[in-house]
């Protein structure tokens, strides 16, 4: 939500993360179409935990990232379980994804996505 700044660079620990942002910002009409056939249901959402990310192509990655991160309660990375609730609808609106990413895909567009050590981000 900042107003861009002259150069910016997204660094974050977790490269699962990282690897989304890259996705957004390259590859957007892939990663949504990822998502064409998508359902939002607990027995998906423990197959995706159980397959291995590094069998899994780049934007596939990604995908399943967003997917679990979207439908998990809490938004908790680690220890995730399958989010329900009886007052609001599942936190993954397949009709809107593309929609909802454009504002991210275009701040993307001129930042710099990386993942180190914050000291070697400062320069140190």
Request: aromatic share 10%; glycine share 6%; with cysteine.
């Amino acid at each position: 939500m900042r107003p861009p700044a002259a150069v910016e660079v997204l660094n974050d620990v977790n490269g699962e993360l990282v690897n989304l942002y890259r996705v957004v910002q390259n590859h957007l009409e892939d990663f949504v179409r990822q998502f064409k056939w998508a359902l939002s249901s607990r027995q998906v959402f423990k197959w995706l935990q159980i397959t291995r990310p590094e069998t899994l192509t780049d934007i596939q990655r990604a995908a399943r990232f967003y997917y679990l991160q979207q439908n998990c309660f809490g938004g908790k990375v680690e220890g995730q379980t399958f989010g329900t609730s009886t007052t609001t609808t599942s936190g993954l609106n397949l009709l809107r994804l593309e929609e909802t990413l454009s504002a991210a895909h275009l701040r993307l567009s001129s930042a710099f996505v990386e993942h180190l050590d914050w000291r070697r981000i400062e320069g140190r």
